[in-house]
């Protein structure tokens, strides 16, 4: 790892970051990693006049085939490095080497701080995803056409969606709100158990199967909205909307067409030096972060179905 930073980064403190993995948080499937060479880099957008064209494909005998030139227009982009800090001082490092349970306070630092930096990274993509100005192709639910309601049609409104996408969706995207009202909705059930009867709770893999999609990812997280010595204010990180988009998991910055991913540059790191500042006999400093950028680089790719 070749972080230029007078920072000491230590390994197994690296590894320790690398290796944490949020189960709860759904931003590293929905906008998966792809990694750049730089903190600068190129990407490439495709005109999609060049991905649908139909072109004369028929060769004679001694002619040559067609020539095809995918044209892309290279953009330039940088990833944005985030990072939190956290400070241990030498009486609780002194209390663990002492302690009947060995553990190291460093690498259970580190691991808080990546659970707080994947919780920032869910709220970021949430918040690009779950958002109408991203997408071209969109509907707004009102009254009774929510789900909530009797009279609403979701297998229409969410078949509109799946056929509407210049490549047809293969993944849905939607908050815990919204997943509980598709997935108990009457019409669902009725369409899952192929009988009248309404009643019940599909799985993912049963509304996988009813829309013929490969991947249904659910945002079940939480985050405290409230400022900073205020009462908390919890509330879902994904909100009741739905977002149906075509992923390609072989897709980089330099080829493939996908909805969307997370360039991210090296790996995620992780580092401690001591520091006479903290507490009576000083303590460690310790930091994590990664060098990383959220983006949207196919919106034609998604439908957007706002406010379930």
């Known amino acids: 790892m070749s972080v230029k930073s007078p920072f000491p980064i230590i390994a197994v403190l690296c590894a320790v970051a690398m290796a944490y993995k949020n189960e709860d948080m759904i931003a590293d499937l929905v906008l998966p990693f792809v990694q750049v060479d730089g903190e600068e880099f190129y990407y490439l957008d ?7 064209q ?16 995918l044209e892309a227009e290279k953009l330039l982009a940088n990833v944005v490095d985030h990072a939190l800090r956290g400070e241990i001082p030498m009486k609780d490092i002194n209390r663990a080497a002492q302690a009947a349970y060995k553990y190291d306070p460093e690498q259970r630092m580190v691991a808080h701080l990546q659970k707080l930096l994947s919780l920032a990274r869910e709220v970021r993509t949430a918040r690009l995803v779950f958002n109408a100005a991203t997408y071209s192709r969109k509907v707004k639910l009102e009254g009774t056409s929510k789900f909530d309601g009797v ?10 969606g799946l056929d509407s996408s210049i490549m047809r ?33 599909a799985t993912r893999e049963q509304v996988k199967e009813l ?10 997280g939480w985050v405290n909205t ?10 879902r990180v994904w909100g009741s909307n739905i977002s149906l988009i075509h992923q390609d998991t072989e897709a980089n910055a330099d080829s493939g067409i996908t909805f969307g991913y997370t360039a991210r540059w090296e790996a995620p790191w992780g580092g401690s030096q001591f520091d006479k500042n903290i507490g009576a006999q000083g303590g ?14 196919a919106p034609e790719l998604g439908y957007y179905i706002e406010d379930v």
């Open 226 to 235: 409230a400022r900073e010595g205020q009462a908390p204010q919890m509330a």
């Open 169 to 201: 969706p293969n993944t849905m995207v939607l908050g815990q709100d919204g997943w509980r009202k598709l997935r108990t909705h009457p019409d669902i059930m009725k369409a899952i158990n192929r009988t009248d009867g309404d009643k019940g709770m």
């Open 284 to 297: 460690m400093d310790v930091r994590t972060g990664s060098h990383i950028k959220e983006m949207i680089t």
């Open 46 to 52: 495709y005109r999609k006049t060049d991905v649908f």
């Open 54 to 69: 139909i072109l004369e494909t028929e060769v004679g005998r001694t002619s040559l085939p067609t020539t095809v030139s």
């Open 151 to 160: 009279d609403s049609d979701p297998i229409g409104v969410i078949n509109t």
């Open 211 to 220: 829309f013929e999609i490969k991947n249904l990812f659910v945002g079940q």
